[in-house]
């Protein structure tokens, strides 16, 4: 894979590839390259030469890596630390090299913290976590041309207005690169970064952060835990943010998803917060999360839900797809919402999901405890923001017992 960019007349910097013949055996998957160039824009136009090579060769490879057999050749040569370690965490090799080239360093007297936003609740909780004064979210908006009605992307819209009114330095960088895959989306998760790479121009961040829970971060409400630093997605991806100083960070790696509810139904609720991506302004209300955030947004607020929301099953393919699986994606959560908060009337839909998630002897816990602050998931978090994150969380929460942890770390509902 050979990939080139410049900047255009309009200010947008603009990325071109050309595959070689060992990538077209690629092309016979069902994700495949579909088109071959992609844009990213910022107001005040985007300025080429003020973002390190290697930044750029990491937001090129975030694009078009899934689709390289085994070598990605760009038109700025990068650091020699920087080629040692993608050689190392993807086994393809990246050229040229600029043997002169220094890795990238920061303006210790500028330096702020980088968050990927979506508007959704976990990442509008991350952003409340982060000092606000040393802060910039990064929102990735579509480019209106793409033919996506599913993704429509108003809320996260609204929710980057409000935040600006009240002082947040929110940024919006406008692109078309999901369309170089088929089908449309995001080539890899950590495309969530490609906006920060792209503003690296002005910002001198030192951290890549984003809304990631603990259920996600050691899968508690999956199989069974698994520590995210164990898995090929941490090993392919978190060294090469080590070597362009900008290490990935979870604010809410210590957090549930119930607790980043509490806060945002608690401390953030004219955020105009909004996980649901298909609806437009308000949610779709037939989706999984609509489900999942709104039986537990009624848990946290001590609301019941009537008896008919749960038909949402019934009514949704999706959803029913998704209860149906055993166990529950985020299990933890399901159990906190169901517990002790019974609907409106009589549900055979919430009785049977009380019987299904009873037989792994999860009911006879008091899962309060998901309120509380997971400590080992510091590990995840910039250094630099540890003090602040837990000043804050510790008004609101207190830590986990020893014994909570241990029944986080023992998860398993195989």
């Known amino acids: 894979m050979k990939v080139v960019s410049f900047v255009d007349s309009f200010g947008c910097l603009v990325f071109n590839s050309t595959l070689d013949k060992n990538d077209r055996r690629l092309l016979r998957k069902q994700t495949y390259l579909q088109k071959t160039d992609c844009y ?7 300025n080429r030469s003020r973002i390190h090579p ?73 952003l409340w976590m982060l000092p606000k004064d040393e802060s910039v979210a990064v929102f990735i908006k579509r480019d209106p041309t793409i033919p996506d009605k599913k993704h429509k992307g108003k809320a996260a819209q609204r929710s980057c207005e409000v935040l600006s009114s009240k002082g947040y330095k929110i940024e919006q960088v406008i692109s078309d690169f999901e369309t170089v895959r088929y089908k449309i989306g995001f080539p890899v998760d ?14 001198d961040f030192i951290s890549s952060n984003c809304g990631m829970v603990f259920e996600s971060a050691f899968r508690i409400g999956h199989s069974f835990f698994s520590d995210l630093e164990t898995r090929k997605v941490f090993f392919e991806w978190c060294p090469l943010f080590e070597a362009i100083g900008m290490p990935v960070s979870f604010p809410t ?12 139904v608690d401390h953030c609720a004219d955020w105009k917060s909004q996980s649901c991506v298909l609806g437009g302004e308000k949610p779709c209300g037939k ?27 019934n009514r949704s393919s999706v959803v029913n797809q998704f209860v149906s699986k055993d166990p529950i994606k985020h299990e933890n959560v399901f159990a906190y919402s169901l517990l002790d908060n019974p609907p409106l009337g ?40 540890h003090e602040h994150i837990l000043n804050k969380l510790h008004l609101i929460a207190e830590d986990m017992t020893q014994d909570d942890i241990a029944f986080l770390e023992n998860w398993d509902v195989r």
């Open 346 to 385: 009589e549900s055979a839909i919430y009785s049977s999901l009380l019987e299904k998630i009873a037989p792994r002897q999860l009911l006879s816990r008091d899962y309060g405890f998901l309120e509380r602050i997971y400590t080992p998931g510091l590990k995840y978090i910039h250094p630099q923001l």
């Open 287 to 313: 989706c999984v999360k609509c489900f999942r955030k709104t039986i537990l947004d009624a848990k946290i607020s001590g609301n019941r839900i009537p008896a008919e929301y749960y038909n949402v099953v």
């Open 190 to 203: 950590w495309s969530i970064y490609t906006g920060m790479l792209v503003l690296t121009d002005r910002y």
């Open 54 to 126: 290697d930044v750029e060769a990491t937001l090129a490879y975030m694009i078009y890596g899934i689709f390289t057999a085994d070598t990605f050749i760009v038109d700025r040569g990068v650091s020699q630390h920087f080629a040692d370690t993608f050689n190392a965490c993807t086994n393809k090799t990246i050229s040229p090299v600029n043997p002169e080239l220094a890795p990238r360093s920061v303006n210790t007297q500028h330096q702020v913290h980088g968050l990927a936003f979506s508007g959704g609740v976990d990442s509008c909780a991350a």
């Open 40 to 46: 990213f824009s910022a107001e005040g136009g985007i």
């Open 253 to 264: 790696s210590i957090t549930s998803e119930v607790l980043t509810s509490k806060i945002v």
